[in-house]
């Protein structure tokens, strides 16, 4: 499988951004996602993209605040993240689908995982 590094996290304010990075050891995925789980949750869907036309899927909870993209000839997806708030702490992870029928939110669809960056919003 597809391995993936994220970087980028860190700590901010609440009302700050952040620029996540995840670069992929082989040409991006079907779909890239990325998720988060902060402590005592389940895993959450932030954002997806489809690798080739470039649509996103958000969840309502980012949406209008969390930008995902991608650059395809240096295999890494991007999420920026603005207005900060602290309920968006949570380790952060990337994920690779090579399947284009999933409901890209959703982590079951995913194949490939990063070992996750930490964001931290105070």
């Known amino acids: 499988h597809v391995q993936l590094v994220e970087s980028g996290g860190g700590s901010v304010q609440a009302g700050g951004s952040l620029k996540l990075s995840c670069v992929a050891s082989?040409?991006?995925?079907?779909?890239m996602g990325w998720f988060r789980q902060a402590p005592g949750k389940d895993r959450e869907g932030v954002a997806a993209?489809?690798?080739?036309?470039?649509?996103?899927n958000y969840a309502d909870s980012v949406k209008g605040r969390f930008t995902i993209s991608r650059d395809i000839a240096q295999n890494t997806v991007f999420l920026q993240m603005d207005s900060l708030k602290p309920e968006d702490t949570a380790l952060y992870y990337c994920?690779?689908?090579?399947?284009?029928?999933?409901?890209?939110?959703?982590?079951?669809?995913?194949?490939?995982w990063g070992q996750g960056t930490q964001v931290t919003v105070s």
């Open positions: 994920a690779a689908s090579g399947t284009a029928a999933i409901k890209p939110l959703f982590a079951s669809g995913y194949y490939s």
């Open positions: 082989e040409p991006l995925s079907t779909w």
């Open positions: 993209i489809y690798t080739a036309l470039g649509g996103a």
